[in-house]
């Protein structure tokens, strides 16, 4: 099975600070690595999908980049709304086996 | 508008058994594989299981294989998962949830309200 780890496991920033976080996985997953933001009491919502690609909606200010065993979500310039938990997902070749991320919560400092 | 409406859960005894739904609108049902994923109180995600378009290819985790069912029903636009021989581990919040690619389990992009299933005596 891939393990994904994710880093750090809480980041404490202000607004309009500029935010990067980590994944990594245990082997290749070549670009099968997506991004979702959770909120207290939400459901998931996709943020990134195939390492760079934003989601339908998703604002700019939120990248992604990486490939194999390194990925990267930036968000430019943090909004009030931004404070959440970000998790990172991936799925292998085939069979398809879906694993996520512990996740990184982005707390307000 | 797109959506997925779950109903089902709820409390149970160790080894017990509940069903869970979850119907979809908005989209064309039949074309996207459709998974289960859960999140225990104050922890992170764990995908369930998953299934294929037409029911060819199902999945599971480790930690359910063999006590859960997935399952689907096209006409109906429907999901399920089959929950038996419940463990307090399996108590969770479960959401079922569609790909935003329909032809593989990945990158989840619409996804139900979540329903609670709760494992204790």
């Known amino acids: 099975e891939i393990v994904l780890t994710q880093s750090p496991a809480t980041l404490s920033l202000s607004p309009g600070e500029r935010v990067t976080l980590s994944c990594r996985a245990s082997?290749?997953?070549?670009?099968?690595l997506a991004w979702y933001q959770q909120k207290p009491g939400q459901a998931p919502r996709l943020l990134i999908y195939?390492?760079?690609n934003r989601a339908t909606g998703i604002p700019a200010r939120f990248s992604g980049s990486g490939s194999g065993t390194d990925f990267t979500l930036t968000i430019s310039s943090l909004e009030p709304e931004d404070f959440a938990v970000y998790y990172c997902q991936q799925r292998s070749e085939w069979p398809p086996r879906i694993t996520f991320g512990p996740g990184t919560k982005v707390d307000i400092k | 508008q797109v959506q997925l409406v779950q109903s089902g859960g709820g409390w149970v005894k160790p080894g017990g058994s509940l069903r869970l739904s979850c119907v979809a609108s908005?989209?064309?049902?039949?074309?996207?594989?459709m998974a289960w994923i859960r999140q225990a109180p104050g922890k992170g995600l764990e995908w369930v299981s998953y299934i294929s378009l037409t029911s060819t290819y199902t999945d599971y985790a480790d930690s359910v294989k063999g006590r859960f069912t997935i399952s689907r029903d096209n006409a109906k636009n429907s999901l399920y998962l089959q929950m038996n021989s419940l463990r307090a581990e399996d108590s969770a919040v479960y959401y079922c949830?569609?790909?935003?690619?329909?032809?593989?389990?990945?990158?989840?992009?619409?996804w139900g309200q979540g329903t609670v299933v709760t494992v204790s005596p």
């Open positions: 195939d390492a760079s």
């Open positions: 082997q290749s997953v070549d670009s099968y």
């Open positions: 949830a569609s790909p935003f690619y329909g032809g593989m389990p990945d990158a989840f992009d619409i």
């Open positions: 908005g989209f064309t049902f039949s074309d996207y594989y």
